[in-house]
């Protein structure tokens, strides 16, 4: 059975998004793209329903329920109002625009804002899988010497030179964004956000966007808080 807890008190947000959405995803601490939909619910004041399934107990869900429900048979999955919502980044984008917040106001900011998003989506897949082959200690070792630094590097020279991210330390500068979700749960996952940020030493743009997502009010009390697994 997947262990079911429900966070925080309906709020206009939820009424904004039409509910209270049930997060379905697997029970990997406080990581993975089901976390971004849920790190986007605690910054944005959204309760929440927190469905988390073992990896143990994932396989038969999958083959006996989950696929009726998402044909492709991968979480996050969100129930909200009677509605399957599927795929994650589709669904952050789906929530902000409801909200009419975290993707930016005008055609520039949206298309920087899935530009940075974009680059994140190739970014996991490459670290999701060098991490979790069976060889993880060549492939997760060819990432972080390889991979890895392209990514970094690119993000850094995107955010520190293009005219929608330099006037604050968010994609958009000033304004959040769900893409600042994705960017910072990325660099969280990989280990780059602790330790002082070691893994970011190099990067001091991305170190200001984790450190600028980190302060945001609700994530911080969230991250102090005993729903932060780690
Ligand atoms: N593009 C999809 C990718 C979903 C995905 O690959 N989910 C992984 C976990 S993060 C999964 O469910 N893996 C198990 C499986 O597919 O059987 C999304 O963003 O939701």
């Known amino acids: 059975m997947p262990t079911t807890k429900t966070f925080g008190v309906p709020s206009p947000a939820n009424r904004a998004i039409g509910g209270v ?13 089901g976390q971004v939909i849920r790190l986007m619910c ?26 009726d429900l998402n044909p492709l048979g991968s979480l ?10 599927t795929q994650s980044y589709a669904i952050l984008r789906h929530f902000a625009r409801q909200l009419g917040a975290y993707e ?8 920087w804002t899935d530009v ?13 899988d ?13 990432y972080c010497r390889n991979t890895r630094p392209v990514f970094l590097k690119g993000l850094e020279r995107h955010l520190e030179s293009h005219s929608t991210s330099t006037s604050g330390s968010f994609v958009l500068g000033q304004k959040i964004s769900y893409a600042d979700l994705v960017l910072y749960q990325i660099c969280h996952d990989d280990q780059l956000t602790q ?33 932060y697994l780690g």
């Not at 930016?104 to 298309?111: A, I, Q, R, S, V």
């Open 21 to 33: 959405p049930e997060i379905h995803y697997f029970d990997s601490l406080s990581r993975g793209r």
């Open 130 to 142: 060098a991490y979790f082959s069976d060889g993880r200690e060549q492939t997760y070792g060819d």
């Open 195 to 227: 330790d002082g940020r070691a893994g970011l030493k190099e990067y001091p743009r991305l170190s200001q966007l984790v450190d600028a997502v980190e302060n945001r009010p609700n994530v911080k009390e969230f991250l102090a808080s005993d729903r």
């Open 76 to 85: 996050p999955l969100v129930l909200l109002n009677d509605k399957i919502l």
């Open 42 to 67: 605690e910054d944005a004041g959204l309760a929440y329903k927190d469905v988390r399934y073992s990896f143990d107990e994932f396989p038969s869900f999958k083959r006996e329920q989950l696929t």
């Open 116 to 128: 940075i998003c974009d680059i994140v989506i190739d970014w996991r897949t490459k670290f999701v």
């Open 104 to 111: 930016g106001e005008t055609e520039e900011e949206k298309y």
